[in-house]
Structures are given as structure tokens and as C-alpha cells.
């Protein structure tokens, strides 16, 4: 409900938010620019009276004078019988350049306020403000639940490059995003009679006044004892005539002053309305807070971007769920699959699922896990397939599911299988689907297979799991989920260099550039497969789709696409499809391949210390950092190989950085040496240096094998408790992050 009301409002506000959002950090320009023209005199230094007596020199005719809320002092005046407005210096009453406000200006606030359509254009406008706090407190909402919390919502943002933008500027700018929506409102609501209406004070009109020689106007004791920054506005009497009266309205109210005794004649102060009414203008315009003025212009000029990357991200959610094909009823089903998706990515596999066991001939039944019923009268199983949100939370889809679930009595025949959707860099990895477990084994239910996990959404993991599962029905069951993927690129081998033979580990480094001789007679593929290099960082992933089968496996890379070429280390596995042919691979031969972004797993910006932890060939990508380190940031390294003769990997470039200090430390250890010793325990040999690393904000970022990974992790923690924190911390400050296969 949360996301229909914050996706919504914004499809049909966008448009509009963009025309006032852009108008109105145009007009936030107008406070900034007064300010830097008008001349301030400080608190007390110059009276009204004083200022009138400079003016009376040069201006004999003056008929008013008006302050700016931003200090523009501006005087009215006849001379020649032509009527003329200058700004004016308050130091000396002379004119510094004649004032007229700009026609642009005026046209953009009238766009602002009306969309140039008057009364129908207000309307628009304040239904569009109304809009837009809506948007502004979902969205803080919707935030804090994707970041596992209030506490955590300034932490990193992870996900696509759309969503990385929104998020980002969106919790910058949010609060000024809902100064600017509320007070809008506000005032939009005094226009149609929504909230009173609050005047300036209007103090009574004076029925008699003083006999006499009206006395200088510098001598007016009202005006002397007005200071200058006080004034709004002075209106001077006809000349000549005897009944006439200054009229005058400050900052605390407005009256009539007696020009020959300089008394008033009558004074009302400004009431609390008007003054909430002139505080809340003040806000809006920043007119008398210019600096406020700026930083609303500011957060009002990433409403464009917040609008086209926040229909990019509704629409790439609302394609990415699947269209499912003989979905039975629920009651007659004898496999019901449920799922808990927030962006849907977990609706692909489910639908990889149901399309298997309705090919293998069974009725599945397919739905949110929301829709959790209280009988399945035909079900045999229940496969309960889950994404965690933020930090442990239920996503959109499964909001009601544990609550469902505990208004269940009867124990059901069918037996559970619950596979659970995360990302291992949340310290509550797969939470909510654990959660349910547990709930699940509380009542009792039979399960068919224990709890299993899916990390970042991997295609190998999902397979290998449905083998257990085709194993546990007794069926032939083979998982191949192909997510969409980007357009592929034909590359060609350009150089290898290979190490690890005498160790029984062969492991190459490969690069890659793209194939510009491919001659491709196939139209699709002409059309699909690109020539060129695509845009990369080390870090990411090249996705390689081997001969013989559809699914990609994931590599991370050692290079950016700047170094005009692509690099991955591969070591060779036994009946390892992919890496058998990408060792085998001659120089010249090509591969299919598309880059996959990782943004998650680089290292920050700043000049904070940087560890880098790998063994084996997770090196590829830290040497990647490494070599792109023209800023010389401290970088230490920790690698665990087997023999420093045969597969120190990288060993040339490692020293060569270590030259020109684009490496720091290089801690490289060996398994098959006198000595046999592992990453892990350089790692814990080096314990206090590490931890005053940490303690001056060094971020962590661990690549390779899943075991070395805890190894890494249980160490870590053992140097982070004198501190007392440990991984899961620095997890959640994002200064520890992994790429763990």
C-alpha cells in the first residue's frame, strides 16, 4: 500500500512538479541576487528619519519609500512631472541605478504560481504541492524501510544505478522538498478560502490632525525612533496639503504619523495570523532568508531527476513481473507456490519454478504471499520463495503473510519447501524468509526440505537447488532461470598469462577486447551483439555464457573499460563448464559476454584507508583497484595463494604499484611453502595493525571463496571486540563489503 502511495502520486505529479519546481529555484535566485545588491547598514545605524533627511537632498519630490525583504531600499519620486523609481543608498539617499523589476521574472512567477492559466492554474498548483508532500513522506517511509530502519538511513544505497540516484538525492533534499510542498500549501489554501485569510494591519484613519507648519521630515520623532532595517514602507502626504499624514508600516505593525508634530496619529500592531502568514512566505520565498532561498532552489532542482528516475524505477518493476502461464485454481492445485518480492526480481524464479512443474505435469498455483489461504484442499506442497527487505524485513509482497499464517489452526497435509532470496553484504541475511521458517516450524508443519538460500539473485545456486528439490519429488527437475539480461558483446582473447600448473591450481589471467572482424550473418545477433567495448569498472561482472548452455556464469573484473581492454582471472575447475572453456580458450578465440554493474563492491571515495582481502583468484578485481589508484589512498593487501614460484598471481604489476605507491603494503602468503600459512592468518597476525586501520575509518573489502570469506569474517571479529563492534558494523556503515563465490 505504502509503495501504490508513493508510486502513484508521483506518475501523475511529475509533470507539473517539474514546470513549479524548476520556476520556483529560478525565483529562489531573485533573494540571493537582492542580497548582493542592496547596501545593509547594521541594527540602529541609520533611523528613518535619517534616511528621509539624505533623501530630501537629492529627491524633493518623494511620494515613497519601500524595503525589500531582502534590504533593496526603493524610493518613489516625481521630478519634471515624470514619475521615476530608483534603488537607493541608505548611507548617503543617493540613487545607485534606476529599479524596475524584470518582465522574465514576473513571467516566471506567474508560471509558478498558475501555470499562466490564473484560477485553474492555482488550483493545479496546489493540488501539485499536496501531491508532493505525499511523495516527500512516503518516500521517507519507503526509505527507511528499505535501509532496515530510521537509524540505518543514511547508510549506503545499493541497487541500480535509477535507484542509487533516487535514493541518494532524494534523502538530501527530502526536508526542503516538504518545506517547499507544505508551505505552498499553505499558501494555495489562504487562495481558495481554505485557511483565513490575514491582512496587514489597518489602523484606524485619523479624523483630525495637528495646525501648523508640517516640521522636517528628519525631525519626525516616530521616524527617528524607527530603525531603518524595521521599515516596509513609508508613504509620504500630498505637499501642500494641511490634513495630510505620513503613513508608515514596519516590521510591528502600521499607522498614521502627524507631519507637524511627528506623533501617531493611530497604530496597529501586526496580529499573530499575519505574522505566521509572513513567517510561512518567508519560508516558501526565502525572501528575507536568502541562504534558505538557495538551498530550496537546490533540493527543487533534483525534481527533475527524481522524476524520470522514479517512473524508470516503477516501470522496470512492473515489467520485471512475469506473466505466469496455466496457473491452476487454489484449491485445485497440488503445488502452490507463494512469493515474497519487493522489486520482483524473485518472481522470475518463481516462475522458472511453476513453469518446471507444470512441464513435469503437475497443477501449480502461483501467488503473493500475501494471498496465504487458510485450506489448500488439493495441495501436496507448499514452496514458499522469499526476498528479504532492508534489514530483516518482509517485503512488499509477504506485508501480511506471518499474520495470515498465525490466524492458521488446522495443521495442514502438505509439506513446506522455503527458499529464501538475500544479498550476504545485510548482516540479517535472508531474514525474513528465516523468520518464516521459524514460524512455520513453530506450528508444527512438515517440511520437505530444510531452509535454503539464494545470494544476489544467482542463477548456479537456484540450479543446484532444484536439483536437491527434483531429488526430494522423484521427478527430473532442472532450474534454468534466465534472468534479462543486457545486450551481449562478442569479444576476442588478446593475451593470457598462465600460472599454477606445478601446484595443480591452472589458473590464467585473460584480456579481452572487443571482436571487430566478427562476422556475424545472423540478423538477430547483428542486431543484439555489439562491436564495441561497453563501459565497465573493475569490480563488476562480465557475465560469459559458455557453449552449450543458456545460463551466464559471473566473473569480477580486474580492469575498466578506460584501460581499453577486459580482464578476469579464471582458475580451471574440474567439470567446470565455463572455466574449462575459458582456460582452453586460444589466443583470438571469442566469447559471448554482457557486463553486469556491481556498484557494491568498490571502494568508497575519501582518503580513508582501504584493506584488501582475497586468496586465489578473488585477487582480479582488488589488483583492479589497485591500479586505479592515482590519488595514492592507503591500500594494504592480503592474498593467499599456494606457491609463491608458481601462482603468485599478478606478481610484476603488485611490485611495480608498490613503486610508485599506488599500493601501499603487499602481505602475500603461501599454503605449500616451510612456512604454510593462509590469508586468514596474516590477517590475525596482524590484528593491531588492522585495528587501528579500522579505527581511523578504513573499509574493508574481502573477494573469493565463501569459506575463505568466514574465515576472514570470524578473524576480524575476533580484532574488531577490544573495539566493541565487529563485521555486522562495519557492514551496516558500509565500510565492509564482499564478493563472495
Not at 502461464?325 to 524464479?349: H, K, P
Request: proline share 6%.
Amino acid at each position: 500500500m505504502l509503495r501504490q502511495l508513493h508510486s502513484l502520486p508521483g506518475l501523475i505529479a511529475a509533470l507539473f512538479a517539474i514546470v513549479l519546481t524548476v520556476t520556483g529555484a529560478i525565483l529562489s535566485l531573485n533573494p540571493a541576487l537582492e542580497r548582493i545588491d542592496a547596501v545593509l547598514p547594521a541594527a540602529g545605524q541609520i533611523s528613518v528619519a535619517e534616511l528621509s533627511g539624505k533623501l530630501a537632498e537629492h529627491y524633493p519630490e518623494v511620494e515613497q519609500i519601500v524595503r525589500t525583504p531582502s534590504g533593496t531600499l526603493i524610493v518613489y519620486y516625481t521630478r519634471d512631472d515624470q514619475v521615476g523609481i530608483d534603488q537607493v543608498d541608505p548611507r548617503n539617499g543617493q540613487a545607485i541605478a534606476p529599479y524596475q523589476q524584470s518582465s522574465f521574472s514576473r513571467w516566471i512567477k506567474n508560471l509558478h504560481r498558475s501555470l499562466l492559466l490564473d484560477t485553474l492554474g492555482r488550483a493545479v498548483a496546489g493540488i501539485t504541492a499536496i501531491l508532493m508532500i505525499v511523495l516527500a513522506i512516503s518516500g521517507a517511509m519507503l526509505l527507511a524501510a528499505r535501509m532496515g530502519g530510521w537509524r540505518q538511513i543514511l547508510q549506503p544505497v545499493r541497487g541500480t544505478l535509477s535507484q542509487r540516484l533516487h535514493i541518494k538525492f532524494g534523502r538530501i533534499v527530502i526536508i526542503g522538498l516538504l518545506l517547499s510542498a507544505l508551505t505552498g500549501t499553505y499558501l494555495s489554501a489562504i487562495t481558495f478560502g481554505f485557511a483565513p485569510e490575514s491582512l496587514e494591519a489597518e489602523p484606524e484613519i485619523p479624523m483630525e490632525v495637528s495646525d501648523g507648519i508640517p516640521a522636517a521630515i528628519n525631525t519626525l520623532a516616530v521616524l527617528q525612533a524607527t530603525d531603518l532595517n524595521d521599515l516596509r514602507e513609508l508613504v509620504y502626504p500630498y505637499p501642500d496639503d494641511p490634513a495630510g499624514m505620513y503613513s508608515l508600516t514596519t516590521d510591528q505593525g502600521a499607522g498614521y504619523i502627524d507631519q507637524v508634530s511627528g506623533e501617531w496619529l493611530s497604530f496597529q500592531p501586526h496580529d499573530a495570523s499575519h505574522r505566521f502568514y509572513k513567517f510561512i512566505y518567508m519560508l516558501h520565498t526565502g525572501e528575507g532568508l536568502w541562504w534558505l532561498g538557495i538551498i530550496l532552489g537546490l533540493a527543487a532542482l533534483t525534481v527533475p531527476l527524481m522524476a524520470i528516475t522514479g517512473p524508470l524505477i516503477w516501470w522496470k518493476r512492473y515489467r520485471s513481473k512475469p506473466k505466469l502461464a496455466a496457473n491452476s485454481g487454489a484449491n485445485t492445485a497440488d503445488s502452490v507456490i507463494l512469493v515474497g518480492s519487493e522489486s520482483n526480481s524473485t518472481w522470475g524464479f518463481a516462475k522458472t519454478l511453476h513453469d518446471s512443474l507444470v512441464k513435469a505435469g503437475h497443477r501449480v498455483h502461483t501467488a503473493p504471499m500475501n494471498q496465504l489461504a487458510s485450506n489448500y484442499r488439493s495441495a501436496q506442497r507448499l514452496f514458499i520463495l522469499s526476498a528479504t527487505y532492508g534489514d530483516g524485513d518482509a517485503p512488499a509482497s509477504a506485508k501480511q503473510f506471518l499474520h495470515r499464517l498465525e490466524k492458521i489452526s488446522k495443521k495442514p497435509e502438505f509439506s513446506t519447501i522455503i527458499l529464501g532470496f538475500g544479498d550476504r553484504q545485510y548482516p540479517k541475511f535472508c531474514g525474513f524468509a528465516k523468520e518464516v521458517e521459524h514460524a512455520i516450524s513453530a506450528k508444527g508443519w512438515p517440511q520437505l526440505l530444510p531452509i535454503d538460500t539464494i545470494n544476489r539473485q544467482s542463477t548456479q545456486e537456484f540450479a543446484r537447488w532444484g536439483h536437491a528439490l527434483g531429488k526430494a519429488l522423484g521427478i527430473e527437475l532442472t532450474l534454468l532461470h534466465i534472468p534479462e539480461r543486457p545486450d551481449s558483446t562478442v569479444l576476442q582473447l588478446i593475451d593470457r598469462v598462465d600460472y599454477g600448473l606445478a601446484v595443480q591450481a591452472p589458473t590464467a589471467i585473460l584480456r579481452f577486447q572487443a571482436d571487430k572482424n566478427n562476422d556475424q550473418s545472423n540478423v538477430i545477433s547483428r542486431l543484439v551483439k555489439r562491436s564495441r567495448l561497453p563501459h565497465f569498472e573493475a569490480g563488476d561482472l562480465v557475465g560469459i555464457i559458455p557453449p552449450g548452455s543458456q545460463v551466464p556464469r559471473f566473473y569480477s573484473l580486474a580492469s575498466g573499460s578506460a584501460d581499453g581492454s577486459l580482464e578476469i582471472c579464471v582458475r580451471q575447475q574440474p567439470n567446470g563448464l565455463c572455466s574449462n572453456f575459458l582456460y582452453t580458450l586460444p589466443i583470438g578465440g571469442s566469447i559471448d559476454a554482457f557486463i553486469q554493474p556491481n556498484p557494491d563492491f568498490r571502494p568508497a571515495s575519501g582518503k580513508a584507508p582501504i584493506v584488501l582481502i582475497s586468496a586465489g583468484t578473488g585477487i582480479g578485481p582488488l589488483v583492479g583497484f589497485i591500479r586505479h589508484n592515482w590519488a595514492h589512498h592507503p591500500m594494504y593487501l592480503y592474498w593467499g595463494g599456494r606457491s609463491p614460484e608458481s601462482d603468485f598471481l599478478y606478481e610484476p604489476e603488485l611490485k611495480a604499484y608498490l613503486q610508485d605507491k599506488r599500493l601501499t603494503e603487499l602481505n602475500a602468503v603461501f599454503s605449500r611453502t616451510s612456512q604454510r600459512s593462509y590469508v586468514q592468518d596474516k590477517v590475525t597476525l596482524d590484528g593491531e595493525k588492522l585495528r587501528k586501520l579500522i579505527e581511523n575509518d578504513a573499509q574493508i573489502l574481502v573477494c573469493g571463496g565463501r569459506e575463505m570469506a568466514k574465515s576472514i569474517m570470524a578473524a576480524l571479529n575476533e580484532i574488531l571486540a577490544p573495539l566493541g563492534i565487529d563485521v555486522a558494523t562495519l557492514k551496516a556503515q558500509g565500510r565492509y563489503r564482499e564478493d563472495v563465490y
